[in-house]
Structures are given as structure tokens and as C-alpha cells.
């Protein structure tokens, strides 16, 4: 069989599987990205309060997860959550292994990790900001949820772009590593494409040309949003 | 509740692995470092059929997941295994270790060739202009001003370059490559002590991260005598 109709879209045809699967690791991306922003912006106030036991625990953990690889948090989180779940599940009477869903520990791992870079990328931007914008906010009489509405979190949000564009990337090729898990995501599709049809090579080529592709949408997409957010700065 | 009996033995099974954690970041930051040079050197030559191979070069490997490229070459390149014994290259290939460093320095030469490449545009013309009105030749030129100068440009971005090959060698464990995280994963599957073993193992990785910023700080200093404090003048 040709590559051309392995990859197809016709009967015997890998190409609507591996577009499925494709979707999965957006979606995979999409809700760790989502988590790690929370999370990155908890530990972006944690690390700006004068609290000095909030200020080191956020430091212990963007310190941590910035220097363990990501496998291992996966690793972690995927036998960890067994072993916790099995636990709680012996309470009841359940014995043997009981699997986490995979896809939430991928979510769960990507977020934690994409959060300790969000978090730097936050910080950078609060820091960045500029203090008159917040006097004059304070002048004309808002209070402070007001400004942190309307004032500071579209100016953060706007210096933190092109850093959060960077997390983006990174945290798309991490989504990879939740191959481990089993979770049928572009990479774990592609190796069960290749086990079953004994031509690793055309599976991984095409795995990673739709990554190729995936990345490449995402850099001219926050081009796009970065050019939007600055349309009133010079 | 600390069972420091099985921390023990964890943290001596790890230390079987930190050799082969070493081997590979050292192999593949060399290997990278050449590769790197190579691209930055196309990206910089003005010759357009060279430009576009490092162009492409780096958008493909930066734009990929190194587990991808860990597979492609591992597995992958066993699709051609006729092709690749005839020319003699099976050995190499067979050989998780090998394909691990090639995917390796392949990946970080990509990263590493735009800090090569964003440091060398940093030297200051007016540098170069001062180099050349003393009538240094090119090849001197390049040792002594452009070299030195956009080293220490480099340093910072490079220095965190390293620190990322280090992780992800954690991803020669999925081609069965026993490295510190490829034993940790062995030691959770058979105990279920997750927390226990990626303390132990985290420890590991964070001791060589922070073994490798001190160096980098060193050579920053040795780099910039024009930012160490000046000697007192003697009395004459």
C-alpha cells in the first residue's frame, strides 16, 4: 500500500484517525493551557504578596516544576493518582488496580507545569506595568477590583502575550509525553498506526507534519493576537 | 512516617543512572553545539541555497515534539533497515543509545543555532569597524572580537539551552534507556510510591540544574573583566 493511501481518508485509510487524534492533543493543550493559567496566576500573586510563606511556597514550586522534567511529573501524577485512587477506592471495598482517566492526568500534569512558566510570564508583565495607569485609575475615584479589571488585567494580559505565545508552544510538544499514559492522542495514534501496519516511518513523518502544522497556526495566530492587543500602544 | 530505609535504596538505584543521564546531555550539547554552529553559520552566510537548508533545519526541529523526532529515528529509520545495513549505518541506528544523541543534538542544535545566531548579530558594528581600521584579516577578526563578544552574549540563553537538555534526556527512558528517570519509572511501577521516588528523582535533576548554573555563573565572570570591580591604584 502506497504512503499516500495509507494516510487517506479512504477504507483501510489512517488519515481521519490521526486528524481525530489530532484534536485530542489540541484539546489535551487547550485545557492544560487553561489550568496552568489559573494556576500560573495564583502563583504570580503568591510571588508579588509581601506574604513571605505564600512568596516561598510559590517560589518552591515555579523552582521545582521549571527544573524536574515533564515525564516525571506525568509519571507522578499517572501512578501516583492510581495508587491514591486505589486507595480511596479500598475504603469501598475495590481491590486491584484502578486507572485515573488519562485524559486528566494529561491535563492535570500539562497544567501544572505550564503554570510554573505562566506564572514567571505574569510576573513579568505585572512588574512591566506601567504605575501612573494605575494612580490615574485610583484618581478618578475606582476601587480596586475596578482597576484590576478594567485597568491592570487587559494591560497584563496584553505584556504577558508574546510569553504566554512561547508556554503555548512548549506545552503543545509536551502534550506528546501524555503518550505514555495511553491516552490516544496525535503521537499515540500514530504509534498504534505503526504497529499495526509495520511502517513506523510514515506514521511519525505524518505525526509530525500535523504537529508542524499545528505549531506554525499557533505562531501566526498570536502574531495576529499580539498585533490586535498593541493596535493603542505605539 | 518517613520510611528512610526505601528513600535509601531509591536514591542508590538513581545513582546507577546518572552516569547515562551525564553521557547523553554531554554527547548531545557537543554534537548540538556543531550542528548548531553549522546553521547559524547558513542563517548568516548570505548564500541563499544555505540559508534556507538552516531555515528549514530549525523550523522543523523546533517545531516538532522531541518524542516525535525520538521515534522517527529510533523506529522509524527501521522501515529502511535493508538500505540502512547495506551502507553500514544499521549498527549506529540498532542502538537506542545512539538514536537517543542524534535526536538530541538534533533538537537542541535547532534551539541553540538561533542563540548563536541572535549573539553574533549583537557585536556592535562599531566593534568590528574598530577590528578592521587595525587591519585585522577576517579569520582574526572573527577570533578576537566577534568570538569573545558574542560568547557573552550567548552565555545566559545557552546556559538555560543546557539546562533543557538535561530534562529532556528523560526521554531516552521511553526507547528503553535506563537514565535516572527510566529507573524512577521502573521503581513506581514496582513499589507504587510514586512520591517518594519523584522526590528523590526530582532531587537528582535539580542538584545537576543548579551544579550547571554555578558553572555558567563562573564563566560569565571570567567572560566580562570590563563589569569586575576595578584593582585599587597603588600609590606612586
Redesign the interface.
Known amino acids: 500500500m502506497s504512503a499516500f493511501t495509507l494516510l487517506g481518508f479512504g477504507p483501510g485509510g489512517w488519515g481521519g484517525a490521526l486528524l481525530l487524534a489530532a484534536g485530542t492533543t489540541l484539546a489535551l493543550a487547550l485545557c492544560g493551557f487553561l489550568l496552568g493559567a489559573v494556576l500560573g496566576g495564583l502563583a504570580a500573586s503568591a510571588k508579588l504578596s509581601g506574604l513571605l510563606p505564600l512568596r516561598l511556597a510559590a517560589d518552591g514550586y515555579t523552582?521545582?516544576l521549571r527544573?524536574?522534567?515533564?515525564?516525571?511529573?506525568i509519571?507522578?501524577l499517572y501512578?501516583?493518582g492510581?495508587?491514591a485512587l486505589g486507595q480511596f477506592a479500598g475504603l469501598f471495598g475495590v481491590t486491584g488496580f484502578v486507572g485515573v482517566p488519562a485524559f486528566g492526568v494529561g491535563v492535570a500534569a500539562l497544567g501544572i507545569i505550564s503554570g510554573a512558566y505562566q506564572a514567571e510570564v505574569f510576573r513579568g508583565a505585572y512588574l512591566a506595568l506601567d504605575r501612573g495607569q494605575i494612580e490615574a485609575a485610583r484618581a478618578v475615584g475606582m476601587h480596586r477590583g475596578l482597576i484590576l479589571r478594567r485597568v491592570v488585567a487587559p494591560l497584563v494580559a496584553r505584556d504577558a502575550l508574546p510569553g504566554l505565545g512561547n508556554v503555548w508552544q512548549i506545552l503543545?510538544?509536551?502534550?506528546?509525553?501524555v503518550?505514555?499514559t495511553g491516552l490516544v492522542e496525535l503521537?499515540r495514534q500514530?504509534?498504534v498506526g505503526?504497529g499495526s501496519t509495520?511502517?513506523?516511518?510514515?506514521f511519525?513523518?505524518a505525526?509530525?507534519a500535523l504537529?508542524?502544522a499545528i505549531?506554525?497556526l499557533s505562531t501566526w495566530g498570536f502574531s495576529k493576537a499580539e498585533a490586535h492587543a498593541r493596535r493603542g500602544a505605539r | 512516617m518517613i520510611d528512610v530505609a526505601f528513600l535509601e535504596a531509591t536514591v542508590r538505584s538513581l545513582l546507577g543512572g546518572v552516569p547515562l543521564t551525564l553521557s547523553l546531555t554531554a554527547g548531545s550539547v557537543a554534537l548540538g553545539g556543531v550542528l548548531a554552529a553549522l546553521a547559524a553559520w547558513g542563517r548568516l552566510s548570505g548564500v541563499a541555497p544555505a540559508d534556507w537548508l538552516a531555515r528549514l533545519y530549525i523550523?522543523?526541529f523546533r517545531?516538532?515534539?522531541?518524542?516525535?523526532?525520538i521515534?522517527?529515528i529510533y523506529?522509524?529509520?527501521?522501515?529502511?533497515r535493508p538500505t540502512l545495513q547495506a551502507w553500514g549505518l544499521w549498527t549506529v541506528f540498532r542502538e537506542p543509545y545512539w538514536c537517543a544523541l542524534l535526536a538530541l543534538a538534533l533538537n537542541t542544535g535547532a534551539y541553540t543555532a538561533e542563540i548563536f545566531r541572535g549573539a553574533v548579530l549583537s557585536v556592535p558594528n562599531g566593534a568590528l569597524v574598530a577590528g578592521r581600521a587595525c587591519g585585522m584579516p577576517r579569520v582574526l577578526l572573527f577570533r578576537r572580537v566577534t568570538l569573545p563578544l558574542a560568547t557573552r552574549q550567548a552565555l545566559p540563553a545557552y546556559g538555560n539551552e543546557v539546562?533543557s537538555v538535561v530534562?529532556?534526556?528523560?526521554?531516552a527512558?521511553?526507547i528503553t534507556l535506563m537514565e535516572i528517570?527510566g529507573i524512577?519509572?521502573k521503581l513506581?511501577?514496582q513499589s507504587?510510591?510514586?512520591?517518594e521516588v519523584?522526590v528523590c528523582?526530582?532531587a537528582f535533576?535539580?542538584a545537576l540544574?543548579f551544579v550547571i548554573i554555578g558553572a555558567l555563573r563562573l564563566a560569565e565572570a571570567w567572560l566580562s573583566p570590563d563589569l569586575r570591580p576595578r584593582p585599587v591604584a597603588r600609590p606612586a
Open positions: 523552582t521545582l527544573g524536574v522534567p515533564d515525564l516525571l511529573v509519571y507522578l501512578f501516583g492510581s495508587a503543545l510538544k509536551d502534550s506528546a509525553l503518550s505514555v503521537l500514530a504509534q505503526a509495520r511502517q513506523p516511518f510514515t511519525y513523518l505525526a509530525g504537529y508542524l505549531t506554525s | 523550523f522543523v517545531g516538532t515534539p522531541l518524542l516525535v523526532q521515534f522517527l523506529y522509524g529509520l527501521g522501515q529502511f539546562i530534562k529532556a534526556t528523560s526521554l527512558s521511553t528517570t524512577a519509572q513506581i511501577a507504587f510510591r510514586a512520591l519523584f528523582a526530582g535533576y535539580l540544574t
